[in-house]
Structures are given as structure tokens and as C-alpha cells.
């Protein structure tokens, strides 16, 4: 579980809690069965009704997934071995609980950074209708508006949308505008954008994402993607882009641990 222990070294001073699932919104439910270990998952549900009950009821569709695991594998009496395992079916998911509950520590310690030359290489921000769709904490969305007519920060996770508005207000970036919505779903109408920039957000349903992209932009204007990631992570996107009907192209820079790639394209 190499997930778990890089976002351990990453939050050192985080504790987490098994009722910190509570925190969690629908659509993350929604992805647990493909992030959690099922086998701790299951212990930890055993051990915290409460968050059984809670997850059933925020999203019903994933009370399979529990009936299965659940059946699959055993209760354990040990009760080290039910804190061990509970500790880690968090640290697993600990990214999705740092959104909701730490969004100020994930903005500071994430680690996918980017410049503006990097973005101003693919096309100028100068004066554009920009939008950070699955924007996070806002790092994008922050990077480009000194230079943007207006950006748009687009992100579902309501804690990261509370946080960019009070850091919009702290510093006074009066040209950003933060809304709930998805890259399956952007709340804005077709060609409204100069340039749309995700930053390692895409892939939850990367064809209907692909598409709602392309609706928003202008003719002209520009759909860039930027993946962050470590050297031996496979990057199941990469064909898919860089191939019909989609025809990205595509910059890559990096050293000997991460891979830095800038997929672009005119719309």
C-alpha cells in the first residue's frame, strides 16, 4: 500500500479518525470501492457502524460493495490488528479525508506544482476567460489570475470551495469566480472560455469529461491538462489524448522521480 505511506510522510502531523468518513460527499463515496483495501475496509466497518450506516445512506449504491466485503472476509478479535487495519484503510483514502477536513494543509504541502511560463508556453493567459476545472485548492486558479480577464475555480468538494473564496477575499483577487461543479459536469455554458486547465483532475469518466470540455470552450481556445506524476506510474491517459477523436498534443519535462506532462490542444 504505497499510496498510504507517501501521504503519511506527506501529513506527518495529521491524525485520522474513523469518523472523519463522515466528512465525505457523495461523489467520493462513489470511488471508494476502487481506492480502499477491502479487507481493512471491512474491519474497520465491523469496528464503526456508525460510518456503515452513514455511507449507505449518503450514497445506497455502494451497500453492495459492503455486503460483499463484509461476507468475504472475517471479523477479527484482535484489537491491535482491528486499529492497525483501521489506521490504514484511512491513510489509503487520506487524500479524500485532507480535502474535506485539512484543505489549508493540502494546499501547502500538495505536491503538484506548476508556473506560469509553463502554462504561457501553450498559449498566453493575458487578458483570457480562464477556468481551473477540478481546481482544488486553487493553485491554478490562483497562478493565472493576475493575468486573466476572469477565471472561474470549479471544484465539488464544498471545503475546497470555502477555502478559495476566503483566500480570494484575504488577497483581493477580485476576478475569481469559485463554483460547485465537476469536469462531468461544468456549470457554464457552451463556449463561454478562452482556455479551460485541469491539473491532474481528469480521469473519474475521461470520455464524458473530454467532451464537456470541448462544449465550454470557444472556437480557437484551448483545453489544457496537466498531469503531475511519479516516473514508474503508468499513465493509462496518455494514448488515450494523444489519439482520435481527441488529438492532444503533448509536452513532457521531468527528472529521474516525477514526470511533468502538459497535453494541450486548439478546440
Known amino acids: 500500500m504505497q499510496y498510504s505511506k507517501k501521504l503519511r510522510e506527506l501529513f506527518p502531523e495529521v491524525i485520522l479518525h474513523a469518523e472523519d468518513l463522515l466528512l465525505l460527499e457523495t461523489f467520493q463515496i462513489k470511488y471508494l470501492p476502487d481506492r480502499v483495501p477491502v479487507r481493512e475496509f471491512a474491519t474497520l466497518l465491523r469496528e464503526y457502524p456508525v460510518v456503515h450506516r452513514f455511507l449507505i445512506s449518503k450514497y445506497p449504491p455502494i451497500g453492495s460493495f459492503i455486503i460483499r466485503i463484509l461476507k468475504e472476509n472475517k471479523p477479527i478479535k484482535d484489537i491491535d490488528l482491528v486499529e492497525e487495519h483501521s489506521q490504514e484503510a484511512l491513510w489509503e ?14 494546499d501547502a504541502r500538495g505536491p503538484i506544482k506548476w508556473n506560469i511560463e509553463e502554462i504561457n508556453s501553450i498559449i498566453s493567459i493575458e487578458g483570457k476567460v480562464v477556468a481551473d476545472v477540478g481546481a482544488g485548492s486553487g493553485r491554478i ?119 511533468k506532462l502538459r497535453y494541450y490542444k486548439t478546440i
Not at 487520506?94 to 494543509?105: G, M, R, T, V, Y
Request: proline letters at 5%; one cysteine or more.
Open 93 to 106: 483514502i487520506a487524500d479524500l479525508i485532507i480535502f474535506n477536513k485539512h484543505s489549508e494543509l493540502f
Open 141 to 259: 486558479a490562483f497562478l493565472v489570475a493576475p493575468f486573466a480577464q476572469t477565471v472561474y475555480a470549479v471544484e465539488p468538494v464544498t471545503s475546497f470551495r470555502s477555502f478559495m473564496r476566503d483566500k480570494a477575499q484575504r488577497e483581493r483577487v477580485n476576478n475569481l469566480y469559485v463554483m460547485d461543479g465537476m469536469l462531468g459536469s461544468i456549470p457554464l455554458p457552451d463556449h463561454a472560455l478562452d482556455v479551460l486547465i485541469t491539473s491532474n483532475a481528469i480521469g473519474w469518466n475521461l470520455s464524458d469529461e473530454l467532451k464537456e470540455v470541448e462544449r465550454v470552450i470557444k472556437p480557437g481556445g484551448y483545453a489544457i491538462h496537466l498531469i503531475w506524476s511519479d516516473v514508474h506510474q503508468e499513465n493509462s491517459f496518455h494514448e488515450i489524448l494523444i489519439s482520435s477523436p481527441w488529438n492532444y498534443s503533448c509536452f513532457q519535462d521531468g527528472n529521474d522521480k516525477k514526470m
